[in-house]
């Protein structure tokens, strides 16, 4: 069965300061992982995906995530954060493109002024 | 476009009534999924239904049932609801045969008294 991990529950960050979020996930086969940003009482917007190819993606709002097959993670980056980057984010896996996404738990991201 | 919605946006009901979500897909998506999200929790996936049939389900019971309609829109129900129903009902879309991902919508916040 496929699982996502975010092991860091809450991570509190300076305005201007990077960022990187980690997920790690199992999942037997090639996996299609995703970024998903929430912010309060709103759905999920999807920053990224990853499918295939360049392990090195880019996403919306200068977010970024490395896909390292070898340590089964797709963690999140960000080089320079702003204030309105305060929102949770969710990793996921599927099994294909649409297929149904198994999410981690979520990281609550705080920026401090 | 109005991308995917969904009605009502909150809903208070009882323990033990029956309750019912509404999801309509983005213009030219064919696939809709539905997600529970509890609070502080990552979203966690229902079902799938394409062409009015249920194609994929999650680890939820009988309770949880839906259907689609020739337009491609869908309902969730939820019966002899329970206080851990409460949560946020996220549906999401896509276009079958894409590789395009799913779209969410804002989402159905139901409480459960």
């Known amino acids: 069965a496929q699982s996502v991990t975010q092991p860091d529950i809450h991570i509190t960050v300076s305005e201007g300061a990077s960022l990187e979020l980690r997920c790690n996930y199992s999942y037997g086969a090639t996996p299609y992982l995703f970024w998903y940003v929430q912010s309060p009482g709103q759905g999920l917007q999807l920053l990224l995906k990853?499918?295939?190819?360049?392990?090195l993606v880019q996403g919306i709002k200068g977010f970024e995530a490395e896909f390292k097959r070898s340590q089964s993670s797709f963690n999140l980056r960000k080089p320079s954060v702003h204030w309105s980057d305060a929102a949770e984010y969710f990793c996921?896996?599927?099994?294909?493109?649409?297929?149904?996404?198994?999410f981690g738990g979520g990281t609550r991201v705080l920026v401090k002024p | 476009d109005a991308g995917v919605t969904q009605s009502p946006t909150h809903l208070i009901k009882t323990r033990g009534q029956q309750v019912t979500l509404r999801c309509s897909p983005k213009s030219g998506h064919d696939t809709v999924s539905w997600y529970q999200q509890a609070l502080g929790q990552g979203p966690q996936f229902i079902f799938q239904y394409y062409e009015e049939e249920e194609r994929q389900r999650g680890n939820f019971p009988d309770r949880f049932s839906g259907h689609q309609f020739p337009n491609y829109s869908s309902e969730l129900n939820v019966n002899a609801l329970l206080l851990g129903d409460s949560a946020l009902y996220l549906c999401?879309?896509?276009?079958?045969?894409?590789?395009?991902?799913?779209?969410f919508g804002p989402g159905t916040r139901l409480l459960v008294l």
């Open positions: 990853y499918f295939s190819g360049d392990t």
């Open positions: 996921a896996v599927g099994e294909a493109a649409g297929n149904k996404l198994t």
């Open positions: 999401a879309s896509r276009a079958t045969g894409t590789r395009e991902t799913q779209y």
